[in-house]
């Protein structure tokens, strides 16, 4: 473990009671285990003394790092900036709220060089409160398990240890973040969940609630596209179209049928029905057509910061220019 280096990964927002007691309570963690680190917090436009306090403590020790947004851009954008600056073989992200347990570190990096690419963090016995917290959180695992087939029983867990050659091939936005496993699984990664320690919150408010519900529903169903479809996005258009267009066909065999062998008149609400599922069918082909081009455009050409950074504290010129 001598030659092994970890980077720290955390996203703050309005945590300046907390940051300084996390930096303790990592630095006791990291020191009897491993020789190399560093120290990532990534100032996501907190409005207190956070930027402050993230500051002194560069000034104490240089293994603190800092990026500085110039506004609030979400956990996503800022767990994403950590991982494009980060330098290390193992890297391990967790929350500034104190309710990750940092001795839990240690174990996490373990079970990454026992050879698992991603290693999630399961809150077992989860200090939040039942009903606005733990009911939506069980559900949602279990719709999100459901959805992308990939089983965890705690995908709300920002404490998680990644390989370097994982997190070098995850683009976020939304709430993404939280999905990290299951846009991994794309690329035939091993993953493992294993309990970990979690904590009331003693300082500062949560920044969650049942207002992100449909945030995290709109982008569940993007995240099934992504899985499903991303690469093959006129098999879902195309399939819809034709079914729209085997329906409109029918109909109008239907009303054909009626018209001339039956001799009843096929001036009804059918026929604008008819109509109508033969052109959205041809729309939704094209539309199929057109998205098949704009996916090759996505995978071949995209490649933008979804963050803007104020300031890099703590960071080497070298380090800055050889991100991705």
Same mark, same amino acid.
């Given at each position: 473990?001598?030659?092994?280096?970890?980077?720290i990964v955390?996203?703050?927002?309005?945590?300046?009671?907390?940051?300084?007691?996390l930096?303790?309570?990592?630095i006791?963690s990291?020191?009897?285990?491993y020789d190399?680190f560093e120290i990532?917090?990534?100032?996501?436009?907190s409005?207190?003394?956070?930027?402050?306090?993230?500051?002194?403590?560069?000034?104490?020790?240089?293994r603190?790092?800092?990026?500085?947004f110039?506004?609030n851009?979400?956990?996503?954008a800022a767990?994403?900036?950590?991982?494009?600056f980060s330098?290390g073989?193992?890297?391990i992200?967790?929350?500034a709220?104190l309710?990750?347990?940092?001795?839990d570190?240690?174990?996490?990096?373990?079970?990454?060089l026992?050879g698992?690419?991603?290693v999630n963090?399961?809150?077992q016995k989860r200090k939040?409160?039942?009903?606005?917290?733990?009911?939506p959180?069980?559900f949602?695992n279990k719709?999100?398990?459901?959805?992308?087939?990939v089983?965890l029983?705690?995908?709300?867990?920002t404490?998680?240890?990644?390989?370097?050659?994982?997190v070098e091939?995850?683009?976020?936005y939304?709430?993404?973040?939280?999905?990290?496993?299951a846009?991994a699984?794309?690329?035939g990664?091993?993953s493992?969940e294993?309990?970990v320690h979690?904590r009331?919150?003693?300082?500062g408010k949560?920044k +969650?609630? &049942?207002g992100?519900t449909? /945030?995290? %529903?709109?982008?569940?169903?993007s $995240?099934? +596209?992504? &899985?499903s479809f991303s690469? /093959?996005? %006129?098999?879902?258009?195309?399939? $819809?179209g034709?079914?729209m267009?085997?329906?409109?066909?029918a109909?109008g065999l239907?009303l054909?049928?009626?018209k001339?062998?039956l001799n009843?008149?096929a001036?009804r609400p059918?026929?604008?029905?008819?109509v109508?599922?033969?052109?959205v069918?041809f729309?939704?082909i094209?539309l199929g057509l057109?998205?098949e081009?704009?996916?090759r455009?996505?995978h071949?050409?995209?490649?933008?910061?979804?963050?803007?950074?104020?300031?890099c504290?703590g960071?080497?010129d070298?380090?800055?220019?050889d991100?991705p």
């Amino acid at each position: 473990m001598g030659n092994m280096f970890i980077s720290i990964v955390i996203p703050v927002y309005n945590e300046e009671e907390n940051v300084g007691i996390l930096y303790e309570e990592i630095i006791h963690s990291l020191n009897h285990h491993y020789d190399h680190f560093e120290i990532i917090f990534i100032n996501d436009g907190s409005t207190d003394q956070s930027f402050q306090k993230l500051e002194e403590l560069h000034k104490n020790d240089r293994r603190v790092k800092i990026l500085n947004f110039r506004k609030n851009f979400g956990q996503s954008a800022a767990i994403s900036a950590g991982f494009a600056f980060s330098k290390g073989d193992v890297i391990i992200t967790i929350d500034a709220d104190l309710q990750n347990d940092p001795a839990d570190i240690p174990t996490i990096v373990d079970k990454v060089l026992e050879g698992y690419d991603i290693v999630n963090g399961w809150r077992q016995k989860r200090k939040d409160k039942f009903w606005t917290r733990k009911v939506p959180s069980f559900f949602g695992n279990k719709l999100i398990s459901f959805i992308t087939r990939v089983r965890l029983h705690d995908y709300g867990c920002t404490l998680r240890g990644f390989k370097r050659e994982v997190v070098e091939n995850l683009k976020l936005y939304g709430e993404m973040h939280r999905y990290i496993p299951a846009l991994a699984s794309r690329m035939g990664i091993r993953s493992v969940e294993i309990p970990v320690h979690h904590r009331e919150r003693k300082h500062g408010k949560s920044k +969650y609630g &049942l207002g992100r519900t449909m /945030r995290v %529903l709109l982008d569940l169903i993007s $995240l099934k +596209y992504l &899985l499903s479809f991303s690469y /093959r996005p %006129l098999q879902i258009f195309g399939s $819809l179209g034709l079914f729209m267009m085997v329906i409109g066909l029918a109909s109008g065999l239907y009303l054909t049928y009626v018209k001339y062998f039956l001799n009843q008149t096929a001036n009804r609400p059918l026929l604008f029905f008819t109509v109508l599922a033969i052109f959205v069918g041809f729309q939704m082909i094209t539309l199929g057509l057109l998205a098949e081009m704009l996916a090759r455009i996505y995978h071949e050409g995209l490649d933008k910061d979804l963050y803007t950074i104020r300031d890099c504290i703590g960071f080497s010129d070298e380090d800055i220019d050889d991100r991705p």
